[in-house]
């Protein structure tokens, strides 16, 4: 019995070794005080995380990328709710081809994806658009935050409810001040998810990016394709760093349970 354990232990710190070792690698990169990608190195150096700073394409793409996560997922959400509260409520006909065309994009290949809206943008002529791009995002994301949404919406005891609209609520206020709050973990936890997403797209956004809403995923692509430093490197660390803070920080307030899975 304890052998069995030994070899448990043993074989989840290697599956976690596997998974951890390429952004070990990466972080370890970033330090390097030469210029170009060495490891290991001669020394240790913060020159790569001041190059950011000064890498004017860089910074601007990571601009873009927020906004284009932030609208974009909030757009997301306010269609998922919605929706969520729809496909869990009631019972009609074409319920299930519905939810499954909204969650269609998860089983379209991104660039499918990518080829279908160019096609569409330089057939209508509305190229070069940050509105569209979230738009394309918005189509691309929305399955994730649906999915946490239907999450917490399901079995939702409308009791509550109910009583609210019995006390002479309306629908608007009781659904303010009774179901969103007890939906709001699966709403947090799809926006959040929905908000990754937006910001981590390469794929598609290669094909409906222009210059002018080029996002920090596809200025990174670029960088590879153009130079050998170790730029995009000191890049990802920042990125990594960032999305650590950001999950101890809503492991503290919330609880990552309650976001990731969508239950109160």
């Known amino acids: 019995m304890r052998k069995n354990g030994f070899f448990s232990l043993l074989y989840h710190s290697l599956f976690i070794l596997f998974i951890v070792a390429p952004l070990v690698v990466v972080v370890a990169v970033s330090f390097t005080d030469k210029g170009y990608i060495s490891l290991p190195t001669d020394g240790l150096s913060l020159r790569w995380f001041r190059a950011i700073l000064g890498a004017g394409d860089i910074m601007n793409a990571l601009w873009v990328s927020l906004w284009l996560g932030l609208a974009s997922a909030t757009v997301a959400v306010m269609l998922a709710v919605p929706g969520a509260l729809a496909l869990t409520r009631y019972q009609f006909p074409g319920r299930g081809a519905l939810m499954g065309f909204f969650l269609s994009p998860l089983m379209i290949p991104h660039v499918v994806l990518g080829v279908a ?21 918005v189509v691309v994301i929305l399955p994730y935050a649906l999915r946490l949404t239907l999450s917490a919406a399901t079995g939702l005891d409308r009791d509550a409810e109910r009583a609210a609209l019995s006390l002479g609520a309306s629908r608007f206020t009781a659904f303010r001040r009774v179901v969103l709050p007890l939906i709001l973990p699966g709403v947090t936890g799809g926006w959040l998810l929905a908000f990754i997403q937006s910001f981590d797209e390469l794929t598609m956004t290669l094909f409906v990016a222009t210059p002018g809403t080029t996002t920090l995923p596809v200025a990174m692509y670029n960088q590879i394709a153009q130079s050998i430093d170790p730029l995009v490197a000191s890049v990802s660390t920042v990125l990594i760093i960032g999305t650590l803070v950001v999950m101890v920080v809503l492991d503290r307030i919330v609880g990552l349970d309650r976001v990731l899975i969508g239950k109160g």
């Open 117 to 137: 809206f160019l096609r569409f943008f330089t057939t209508a002529g509305v190229t070069g658009s940050f509105f569209w791009l979230a738009m394309t995002h």
